[in-house]
């Protein structure tokens, strides 16, 4: 059907002709060898006192190299993404990575340059050369100082593929070969993990009953597989913090994110303070099941009919009016990234499942991903993407070094965008039960910010402190699990998820460890630029694109009080966070009563 916006997006003015591109290779033969130029340099690099130029240039070239990285590996995993079963994109992406650590290895020898320079140096050669990307660059000095010496770190790294990551792998090659026997209507179906999950999300209560059952039968049978995966990529983990001489298993995933302890604990706190004016919210929607109590495979599950389908033409176009309402120019943003084809929607079979938007930093465009088939959700998720392309947009001019985020302020230009749109549709929802059924869609995604990933957060932080003295049986990573679960919810659910540990990817993501608090900060961070939005106004477009543009250039403390002159440590702006929600909670019983 031929419609205003292209479902399809356009790749072909990126690189043509996809995974067979001609320019794509060149691109990458070009790249490949810049960066093994750049590494040559660095090595031959052995009077730094005198030839301070070279470096300079050196750390000039390796802001383009990144961008170049960055723009080959975005590109490839769109290639992936629209096909899954695209061989040639496979293998690129297996190019894409070498390119990855290639360039990773260039940036420690980096490293190890400045380190030779003392901080006197440094700060001159920083505040002539480099003041745009001196966050950067004094980040990577500071961090570099608290590893072990460069030769080790090299080692270290090199180990890790196959340690580290590789336990990561065989994760993944473990869950990718189970199978979940089900059967439905006198069928029997052997499910993929994924699909089985799916069932735990069902409309009938039966179905979900039936299939939680056979989930945690299924984990229970290959706990020990888990086990082994968990405890080993931790002592890999914990062997490189102490080698460091780190102690705090919160160091790292705090300096990724940019964030302190103090502001993670208020943070923490406010929300546990908080948590009793959440529980009407789960018994009441206990009552509506016509349950006494919420098993852990309840808390997400559907109420009311699904609504109406919405055509992707009426989603675009009101996503354009509503982002309108509160910047003119994020509106123009993405009326552009719809005219321009930037958004893959198209329902078909062979898609990646799941949404992302990506970023093209040499050609200064992005792409978003998902697939489109007419659900209020779906709405929030293309307006979720787009907040991710407006950011990466207003930062596309700006050095290299100072467009790198992280991922709890990522989510803040996404969040924000979503709430724009959600908020909106329950406003002008025209019966209760729409109403409803958004409202409570929207209260189901804080419960899983405040309670979910709370509980993921707890077990992680008590798992890692026990493995420090030993292995963990998988008993014990259950009972761990469980009181987790207990303390996150308030023990107001009647069933718990033991097997969590083991069924949760995150557990077992290498690239980014701690994969749990930086979403519920992003979350509560964008509602507090949100309920600022609400009291600036039309002002406040200008302030926004200077926050999202600061995003990469100081820590979270700083970034608060310099837009938003507010304190992260202190309780004051969670609990304004957390208020705006507790007024969907009221709703929500009002609406139920
Ligand atoms: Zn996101």
């Keep these: 059907m031929q419609t205003k916006y292209n479902q399809l997006w356009d790749l ?23 960066l093994i130029a750049l590494e040559q340099s660095l090595q031959q690099l052995t009077e730094l006192h005198k030839e301070q130029q070279k470096l300079i240039e050196i750390i000039e070239n390796a802001q383009n190299a990144a961008a170049k990285v960055r723009e080959i590996g975005a590109f490839v995993g769109c290639l992936t ?64 100082k608290d590893k072990l010496s460069p030769a080790e770190e090299k080692l270290a790294q090199k180990l890790s593929t196959s340690g580290y990551h590789a336990w990561a792998d065989m994760y993944n090659a473990l869950v990718n070969s189970m199978k979940i026997t089900f059967e439905e209507n006198g069928q029997t179906e052997e499910l993929s993990v994924g699909q ?24 229970t049978e290959n706990e020990d597989l888990f086990a082994t995966t968990i405890n080993h990529l931790a002592g890999f983990r914990l062997g490189l913090y102490e080698k460091r001489g780190w102690t705090n298993v919160l160091k790292e995933p705090l300096e990724i994110n940019r964030m302190s302890e103090a502001t993670l ?31 852990w495979y309840d808390v997400h599950a559907p109420i009311g009919s699904a609504s109406s389908s919405i055509p992707y033409e009426e989603a675009a176009e009101s996503i354009i009016d509503q982002f309108g309402k509160f910047s003119p120019k994020m509106a123009e943003f993405t009326k552009m990234a719809f005219e321009k084809d930037w958004v893959e929607a198209e329902n078909r079979p062979g898609k990646r499942p799941g949404a992302f938007c990506t970023t093209l930093p040499a050609s200064g465009e992005t792409r ?23 950011h990466a947009y207003v930062m596309r001019d700006m050095p290299n070094f100072a467009q790198s985020y992280a991922m709890n302020v990522a989510e803040t230009a996404s969040t924000f965008a979503e709430l724009i749109v959600s908020d909106a549709a329950v406003q002008q929802a025209e019966t209760d039960e729409e109403k409803l059924v958004l409202i409570e869609s929207k209260l189901g995604r ?121 304190d992260l440590t202190k309780a004051e702006f969670w609990q304004k966070a957390i208020d705006l929600v507790v007024k969907d909670v009221d709703q929500f019983l009002e609406l139920t009563k």
């Design 196 to 219: 089985a999950e799916n069932k735990l999300a069902n409309n009938d209560r039966k179905v979900r009953v039936d299939a939680f059952e056979k989930w945690e039968k299924t984990w």
């Design 81 to 144: 993404a629209q096909n899954m079963a695209d061989k040639k994109a496979i293998q690129l992406s297996g190019t894409a990575k070498e390119l990855s650590s290639l360039y990773q290895g260039v940036l420690t020898s980096i490293d190890e340059k400045i380190l030779q320079l003392n901080e006197q140096e440094l700060q001159a050669m920083i505040k002539e050369h480099f003041p745009d990307v001196a966050f950067y660059l004094n980040e990577r000095a500071e961090r570099a």
């Design 446 to 566: 804080a419960i899983a910010f405040f309670m979910n990933i709370h509980a993921r957060f707890l077990f992680e932080t008590r798992f890692y402190e026990k493995r420090k003295e030993g292995l963990l049986s998988a008993q014990e990573l259950n009972e761990l699990m469980v009181e987790a679960q207990k303390e996150a919810y308030c023990d107001s659910l009647s069933e718990y998820h033991p097997h969590f540990w083991a069924a949760k990817q995150h557990f077992h993501i290498t690239g980014v460890p701690f994969y749990n608090f930086p979403y519920t900060f992003g979350f509560l961070f964008s509602l507090g630029v949100y309920a600022h939005a609400l009291e600036e106004g039309a002002s406040f477009e200008d302030g926004y694109v200077e926050l999202l543009r600061d995003t990469g250039s100081m820590n979270v403390e700083e970034l608060a009080q310099k837009h938003l002159n507010v």
């Design 368 to 390: 978003v991903f998902m697939t489109y088939s007419g659900s209020a959700s779906n709405v929030s998720t293309l307006a979720h993407e787009l907040g991710h392309a407006y």
């Design 12 to 34: 072909d003015s990126v690189f043509p002709g996809g995974s067979e591109s001609t320019e794509l290779r060149g691109f990458i033969q070009e790249t490949k060898e810049e």
């Design 265 to 295: 604990n208020a943070m923490w706190d406010t929300i546990t303070k908080n948590k009793s004016r959440f529980m009407p919210y789960l018994e009441q929607k206990a009552k509506y099941l016509g349950l006494e109590k919420l098993a």
